[in-house]
């Protein structure tokens, strides 16, 4: 079975950071551009970062440039996304996914194959 799962999510103070891992199971990422994307309550999902399938692209949103990192070790088939500064609009379910594509990445999610279940962070004092 092909899945994604997330972890890493959590509470943090605002000015923090987290670091929010993505797993593959059943399949390899290796032909896989992987993109993190977050949904706060009463808002739409929104894409966050993406990162192609050898790591040499990525993508930010302008909310998250300069604070968020995305990275990858195809090695242990897993994604990172390295969250600093974290502010309290950062907070929402976070979700990984998988877009089966050999270059470049893209934000938006009907591109994506495969979907985790998603991880929780929370912003808040």
């Known amino acids: 079975q092909s899945q994604l799962v997330e972890s890493g999510g959590g509470l943090v103070q605002p000015g923090g950071s987290l670091r929010l891992s993505c797993a593959a199971s059943?399949?390899?990422?290796?032909?896989?551009?992987i993109g993190w994307f977050r949904q706060a309550p009463g808002k739409e999902r929104e894409g966050v970062s993406c990162?192609?399938?050898?790591?040499?692209?990525?993508n930010y949103a302008d909310s998250v440039k300069g604070r968020f990192t995305i990275s990858r070790d195809n090695a242990k088939n897993t994604v990172y996304l390295e969250m600093n500064s974290l502010k309290p609009e950062d907070t929402a379910v976070y979700y990984c996914?998988?877009?089966?594509?050999?270059?470049?990445?893209?934000?938006?999610?009907?591109?994506?194959?495969?979907w985790g279940q998603g991880t929780q962070v929370t912003v808040s004092s």
């Open positions: 996914a998988a877009d089966f594509a050999l270059g470049g990445c893209g934000s938006s999610a009907s591109m994506y194959d495969y």
């Open positions: 990162i192609s399938n050898s790591g040499s692209d990525t």
């Open positions: 059943g399949f390899t990422l290796d032909y896989y551009a």
